[in-house]
């Protein structure tokens, strides 16, 4: 059996790291619009701070992501 | 048996990375429309933090994809 | 059975701790998103807290991916 036959399914384990980032950013970003409705005037802190944690969890995607790449580049 | 054997596999299951995406930006959006409703001249500030928020998420889908391509392209 | 048939698997694994994080960071991030609207004076402290929990939030995931990074470049 060929060292190599797992790679595609690992590759594709990985970058579903990014199921949690995305459902995640998604629900962060209906809870800011909520807000934004409540105190139309601090649109801006809120938006900073929506920012500030999406790229946090954005980062996690991120991981998954890179190891995704470095299992097809490498282990091909 | 052949290396190649689980690419199809593989490179489908990179690509269901796009679920977490699809179903949190569509709550996103939502959440955004009652947002707007009860804030309707709050209606760009809201429409700008949905498309950032969006953004984000999407971008976990392209992970997904950019792999599946990847998958197919380099492992078959 | 060779024994770096299964590397891209256990890297895989190993890089989906990040769900956690990435789903639970945002869901801290949506309720400061919240806490902003309902006192937007206390912002600088809300993200203060915001940035501390998500940075021990962020780290699980930073886990994850050290050991699929070592499990690619080492085992293979």
């Known amino acids: 059996m060929d060292s190599t036959l797992l790679v595609a399914i690992g590759a594709a384990i990985a970058v ?4 949690g980032a995305g459902l995640g950013i998604s629900l ?5 619009a909520d807000a934004i409705a ?6 801006g802190k809120i938006r900073t701070t929506l920012l500030i944690g999406c790229a946090l969890a954005e ?3 991120i991981y998954g992501f890179v190891i995704a790449l470095l299992i097809v580049l490498l282990l091909k």
């Open 28 to 32: 962060a970003t209906g809870k800011a």
């Open 38 to 43: 409540r105190q139309p005037e601090a649109d």
């Open 16 to 19: 579903l790291t990014g199921i």
């Open 59 to 61: 980062a996690t995607a």
